[in-house]
C-alpha cells in the first residue's frame, strides 16, 4: 500500500464524489458485511445512491451464523425507511473460498495478511458483481468498523476498480461518529450484534480473551 494512500482523508474524498453527483442517483453495490455495520452506513448514503446490497461473506462459520447475520440484515431493509428503496443481492455461500485463501495463515493475529486476504476475496467478488450488473460504483460498508483497516480497504478497491471497470466509492464510514451511530441504530431496530468478525479465527480470538471454550465440533457445525 502506498504512502499516497495512507494519507487520503477517505471521508472526505467519498463527500466530494457524492457533491460531484448531486442531482443524479448513481447506481452503488455496497457489500455488506452484516446488519449493524450496514445501518449507518445506508443511512448516510441511501439519500445519494440507488442502492443493492451484495451479501458475499464466506467467511462466517458456522452457516448458522451466516444465516442469522443474513436474516437480520433483511429484516433491517424491511423495516428501516430510506428515501430511495434498498435492495438486496445474496452471493453464494461457501466457506472453502475462505479457508483457500487463509491457508497457511490461520496462526496470525487478527487484523493481519489473512484479514487482508479476506477483503480481497470479497471486495473482487464485488467488482465482479458489480461490472456484471452494469453498477457505477462499488464498496463496503466494512470500514465502519473500528477493527478494519480501512486504508487497506479502500486500496484494495481502488486496484480491483481499474481491474474491473467499476468506480470505486472511497469511504471510512466510522468517521463523524458513524461506527457509534451504527451501534444507535442496532439498538433502535433490536439488531443482531456478533461479537466475532465471522471467522473461526476471530471467534476463536474472541473465546480466548473472554475466557470461553468451544470444541472445534462445536466451531465447524
Known sequence: MSQNMQKINFYLECEKEIKRNAGRLPRLLLHS???PCSSSVLEYLSDHFDITLFYYNPNITPEEEYRKRVAELRRL???AQYPNSVKIIEGRYDSSEFFDIAGGLEDLPEGGERCF????????????????????????????????????LNAIGTELAKQYGVKYL????KKKDGYRRSIELSARYGLYRQNYCGCIFSKRSRERLSGQSASETELLR
Do not use: I
Open 33 to 35: 458485511c452484516c446488519a
Open 77 to 79: 431493509v424491511s423495516e
Open 117 to 152: 486476504r479476506c477483503y480481497r476475496l470479497r471486495l473482487e467478488e464485488s467488482a465482479k458483481a458489480a461490472a456484471a450488473g452494469g453498477f457505477e460504483y462499488f464498496t463496503t460498508t466494512l470500514s465502519v468498523s473500528p477493527y478494519k483497516n480501512a486504508a487497506k
Open 170 to 173: 472511497l469511504s471510512d464510514f
